[in-house]
């Protein structure tokens, strides 16, 4: 397989320098290619049958969850695509294969809003009854994100990779890069949020300054995503919750609340940065509370008199 993995190697530096994919989606490219590498048995290039194709399907199907299994095949199609186009092979193996299956539905998680604000709560008395300056910085810090995150409700690795000048806190608006380099502005609409995002800014200007991030470490290092999940699950700790909590349960909870509040879908598409409604659709499912409360004031049964 020498030649399938010298055509790899131009297809994922097409996709950095062409179609400019992020290092994490080629990342996931490479994995799925190899993978495919290491399962295959015919030795050529040329002769990949789609009966070896149709086997690997099935063998992604047995062994990952529908999602994962989804994304695999889509990787593998769309570089068999590239040597298509680019006249590498004499035939696509996946021009004669059937690809069709039913992706479950899974609901996005959300935390309740009482759950949401018991969280805040404890980051907040944490910060007030701090012993030290080195604990009451993080704490801040904690408070800032966990605001952001559910203010906003961007992404993990959108919030980790916030420069200074992507927050605007004399205009209250942030400056996200999504995914596909897309870019998208979101209001903070709280006074509360806005004040304390300032006040984590001043107290850490120089780290902020050092390392071009806009959330840092005290050692003046950028946040990552896992020292926030860490965050996130000590103060659920601390706060005695027993759901399990993640950075992108705000996001989900900042789309279903909105929802519920009737807030038009297509906004909140525009808000979570959605290339597509149907992604944004999911939260329709998740709205039990506006459920309840139509079915509850509005079912025509209501009005019955037996």
């Known amino acids: 397989m020498e030649k399938f993995n010298t055509h790899m190697k131009d297809y994922l ?15 996931a490219y490479t994995i799925d290619l190899s993978q495919f590498t290491n399962y295959i ?18 063998h992604l199907h047995s062994t990952y969850k529908p999602k994962t299994a989804k994304r695999k095949i889509a990787s593998l199609k769309a570089f068999f695509h590239y040597c298509e186009f680019k006249e590498l092979i004499n035939n696509n193996p996946f021009d004669k294969v059937q690809i069709r299956f039913r992706k479950p539905l899974i609901l996005p998680k959300t935390i309740s809003l009482h759950t949401l604000e018991i969280f805040l709560h404890t980051i907040y008395k944490q910060h007030t009854s701090a012993n030290t300056q080195y604990k009451r910085r993080n704490a801040l810090r904690d408070i800032a994100v966990a605001e952001l995150l559910f203010s906003t409700g961007m992404r993990i690795s959108e919030l980790c990779g916030l420069t200074p000048y992507d927050v605007n806190l004399n205009d209250n608006i942030v400056l996200i890069y999504g995914k596909g380099a897309k870019e998208r502005r979101i209001q903070i609409g709280n006074v509360n949020v806005v004040k304390i995002l300032l006040e984590y800014k001043n107290s850490f200007s120089s780290e902020i300054n050092k390392c071009n991030h806009f959330f840092v470490n005290q050692s003046g290092t950028p946040l990552s995503d896992q020292t926030v999940r860490r965050m996130i699950n000590r103060y659920t700790s601390l706060a005695s ?66």
Do not use: W
């Not at 015919?42 to 149709?54: A, G, L, S, Y």
């Open 13 to 27: 530096q097409f996709c950095n320098t062409q179609k400019c994919l992020d290092l994490k989606t080629i990342r």
């Open 241 to 306: 919750i027993e759901q399990h909590i993640t950075p992108h349960m705000f996001r989900h909870t900042f789309a279903s609340s909105l929802l519920d509040a009737d807030v038009d879908i297509r906004y909140i598409q525009e808000m979570l940065g959605h290339s597509s409604i149907n992604t944004t659709q999911i939260y329709t499912h998740v709205t039990m509370a506006k459920q309840k409360d139509i079915l509850t004031t509005k079912h025509p049964r209501n009005d019955f008199n037996i």
């Open 41 to 58: 048995t015919c030795c050529n290039f040329d002769d990949i049958t789609p009966k070896q194709i149709e086997f690997y399907i099935a």
